[in-house]
């Protein structure tokens, strides 16, 4: 099965009223809401083509635990990820140590990253593939000194 796709993944709420309205802020299109089970199912990507899914499924509070997802942009919208965040009134998050004045490198994959959190904690990403080979001794930078090692 090495050649497949992730279609949905899933995070846990306390709330999931408040987590509906945070998804659809960042542009999520809600795609189905369960009243009884309480769960909402929004769509990544094209809504069209309804490739991708994220679940938010509300628990009592001793069943939450914080979990992490990233989206995958390219690299012209990641650079107007602040933007973007600021306006819908959600901060970014310091993330490997380093602030979030510009976005980090993992130089092993390579891929540039913003973190931030959504209304229960959960760790979220937005993440542009770069077109660099990687450069695992590195660690973790902030992009404009990754951009430095190739000039």
């Known amino acids: 099965m090495k050649n497949t796709e992730l279609y ?28 009884d089970r309480r769960v909402a199912f929004f769509y990544l990507g094209d809504a069209e083509k309804k490739q991708q899914m994220l679940g938010v499924w509300e628990v009592k509070e001793h069943d939450f635990v914080r979990s992490h997802f990233a989206f995958k942009v390219t690299l012209e919208q990641l650079r107007n990820v602040p933007k973007f965040l600021h306006a819908k009134g959600i901060a970014l998050s ?32 937005y993440l542009a593939l770069l077109d660099q080979e990687p450069k695992p001794e590195l660690g973790v930078l902030h992009l404009s000194e990754w951009e430095k090692t190739f000039q």
């Open 94 to 125: 310091p993330s490997f140590g380093l602030d979030a004045s510009e976005p980090v490198v993992h130089a092993w994959m390579p891929a540039a990253c913003y973190y931030f959190t959504d209304s229960d904690g959960n760790s979220l990403e």
């Open 8 to 35: 949905e993944t899933h995070v846990k709420t306390v709330d999931l009223d408040t987590a509906v309205t945070f998804y659809k802020r960042l542009g999520l299109e809600l795609a189905y809401f369960l009243e």
